[in-house]
């Protein structure tokens, strides 16, 4: 199915993100709620590579029309990605509860990582 449209109902600083992910109207289909432990900023959310939230800060999100099976979602928030298959039920909402970074961590981590390039770049080459 070619035509994967996003809904984004709500997308303001800090409140619930509710989303749809439109499928064939005979598709079973289930509801995903990604519950972050807290507040998060430019949280953008992938299901099978289709992206549903893109970069809105909150700590809840529900995605409903999830068709039922063995999904594979990809989060990114405060810098930080996460990758993860879930498998979304037809009779109750899955709910995956997910850790995030504080907002200054993933640009630490990225200074760091860039330093210490340059660091090993300079040391091979002298």
């Excluded at 899955?94 to 090993?120: E, R």
């Amino acid at each position: 199915m070619r035509f994967l449209l996003v809904l984004c109902l709500v997308a303001c600083g800090g409140a619930d993100v509710r989303v749809h992910y439109p499928v064939l109207p005979d598709q079973p289909t289930g509801t995903l709620v990604l519950q972050l432990t807290q507040t998060a900023d430019d949280v953008t959310v992938s299901i099978n590579g289709n992206l549903v939230v893109d970069r809105v800060k909150t700590d809840h999100i529900i995605i409903d029309g999830v068709p039922v099976g063995t999904q594979t979602v990809i989060m990114a928030a405060n810098g930080v990605d996460k990758q993860f298959q879930i498998w979304v039920d037809g009779d109750h909402w899955t709910t995956v509860p997910l850790g995030v970074p504080d907002p200054g961590y993933g640009f630490v981590k990225t200074l760091a990582g860039s330093l210490l390039t340059i660091i090993v770049y300079s040391l091979l080459h002298h």
